[in-house]
């Protein structure tokens, strides 16, 4: 069974651009939630995706987005690129975020803003 | 967002030793799940707990559900070298739509 495949696994960006990041979850789940991690700050809940539809959004700026597709892959896009948004981007997929579920993470995107 | 309470934030044991971390939180969660993070990786699934009280291990690994539902706890018997990383724990909301991370344990093995 093939686990959270995320692509790519690196990413060089300059400030201003945009970026998309995929992630295709394990088969069968249909929750894929989207984290930010940094050496600072851990991990940083950025949203949740169940059934296409956005349950829950972590604090982050609108530049941020993401949508589900009808597969349950998954894309995050941030626009317009700072310096700041430099992380690790992992994505977790979960049968259905309830009860009695585990989340299994991909192995991230690097982002490198410069 | 919400961030749970992982203690020690690092810890230096030579190989051999027991290592002990928790997790707590004001919030009540129905899941507690724990991770061990490499370098440049994803985190990876140790253990998950389901139920108040339980007590489950996994090879030399042994984490317990507190009965209260606000913490956790993750124990390493006899560490070696390949133990070393960062564990995370994650507890899943009672609405059951959110897992929250703990903030880490770096853990550093010395032969």
């Known amino acids: 069974k093939a686990g959270v495949t995320q692509t790519p696994r690196y990413l060089i960006k300059t400030r201003g651009q945009q970026v998309t990041l995929s992630c295709s979850p394990i088969s069968g789940h249909r929750s894929v939630s989207w984290y930010q991690q940094t050496p600072g700050q851990g991990l940083q809940f950025l949203f949740e995706?169940?059934?296409?539809?956005?349950?829950n959004k972590g604090n982050f700026p609108g530049r941020f987005s993401g949508r589900q597709f009808s597969n349950s892959r998954s894309e995050m896009n941030v626009s317009t690129l700072e310096l700041g948004d430099s992380a690790l981007y992992l994505c977790?997929?979960?049968?259905?975020?309830?009860?009695?579920?585990?989340?299994?993470f991909g192995q991230g995107t690097r982002l490198t803003v410069v | 967002g919400q961030q749970l309470n992982q203690s020690p934030q690092s810890m230096f044991i030579q190989e051999g030793e027991d290592v002990s971390m928790n997790c707590t939180s004001s919030?009540?969660?129905?899941?507690w799940l724990w991770y061990k993070q490499d370098p440049g990786e994803g985190p990876v699934l140790l253990i998950a707990l389901y139920k108040a009280g339980e007590l489950t291990s996994n090879g030399r690994l042994t984490a317990q559900f507190g009965i209260t539902r606000k913490d956790s706890f993750l124990n390493i018997s006899a560490s070696i070298p390949s133990d070393v990383g960062i564990y995370f724990c994650a507890g899943l909301s009672f609405m059951g739509n959110q897992f929250y991370f703990g903030t880490g344990t770096s853990l550093t093995v010395i032969p």
């Open positions: 919030s009540i969660f129905n899941t």
């Open positions: 977790a997929s979960s049968l259905f975020a309830t009860a009695n579920t585990e989340a299994f």
């Open positions: 995706y169940f059934s296409e539809t956005q349950r």
